[in-house]
T-cell receptor, first 116, second 114 residues
Framework: AQSVSQHNHHVILSEAASLELGCNYS??????LFWYVQYPGQHLQLLLK??????LVKGIKGFEAEFIKSKFSFNLRKPSVQWSDTAEYFC??????????????FGSGTRLSIRP | DAGVIQSPRHEVTEMGQEVTLRCKPI?????LFWYRQTMMRGLELLIY????????DSGMPEDRFSAKMPNASFSTLKIQPSEPRDSAVYFC????????????FGPGTRLTVL
């Protein structure tokens, strides 16, 4: 069965610091990978996604993620965070062979707090 | 587009009462998902529908939970009877086959069972 691990439950950074949030998945086949963001009191929004091609994916708001197949990882990065990046970040995986809109498995989330 | 619409946004009820949560997916979307989010368990998929038909309900916690999708523009998640441990935020999400798995989430319903 698929699973997603986010080992950092809570990350605290100062503004302008660089960010890297870890995400590892377990699934032997082809995967689609996602990062969703949930700002305080709001619903989940898609930050970026990887389906195929260039393993370095650029998303909204200066975020990027790199798919490393050999490590089963899809870490999220941002070179310089802002206070407005305070949110909870969810990594997710789905298997495209299951169906064209298959079940997505979410990680437990990483809460990011940015000190102004 | 108005996005995924959920109602109510907040619900407070007493243990034993029936609770019905509602979702209107984005027009044209043929998949609908119900999730539950809690501090302890994170985001859990409860059930999802394709073309109004339930495909996978393995995440539904127990028989007290039921979900229906009578048509392409409406779904309900019902809890009867409700218990305090059902307190959570319930999200509905939708997508369509051509969007390659990108799901669009509603604002959620925050349920508190006293």
């Amino acid at each position: 069965a698929q699973s997603v691990s986010q080992h950092n439950h809570h990350v605290i950074l100062s503004e302008a610091a660089s960010l890297e949030l870890g995400c590892n998945y377990s699934y032997g086949g082809t995967v689609n990978l996602f990062w969703y963001v949930q700002y305080p009191g709001q619903h989940l929004q898609l930050l970026l996604k990887y389906f195929s091609g260039d393993p370095l994916v650029k998303g909204i708001k200066g975020f990027e993620a790199e798919f490393i197949k050999s490590k089963f990882s899809f870490n999220l990065r941002k070179p310089s965070v802002q206070w407005s990046d305070t949110a909870e970040y969810f990594c997710a995986v789905s298997s495209p062979g299951y169906s064209s809109a298959s079940k997505i498995i979410f990680g437990s989330g990483t809460r990011l707090s940015i000190r102004p | 587009d108005a996005g995924v619409i959920q109602s109510p946004r907040h619900e407070v009820t007493e243990m034993g009462q029936e609770v019905t949560l509602r979702c209107k997916p984005i027009s044209g979307h043929d998949y609908l998902f119900w999730y539950r989010q809690t501090m302890m368990r994170g985001l859990e998929l409860l059930i999802y529908f394709n073309n109004n038909v339930p495909i996978d309900d393995s995440g539904m916690p127990e028989d007290r939970f039921s979900a229906k999708m009578p048509n392409a523009s409406f779904s309900t998640l019902k809890i009867q009877p409700s218990e305090p441990r059902d307190s959570a935020v319930y999200f509905c999400a939708s997508t369509y086959s051509g969007r390659s798995d990108t799901q669009y989430f509603g604002p959620g319903t925050r349920l508190t069972v006293l």
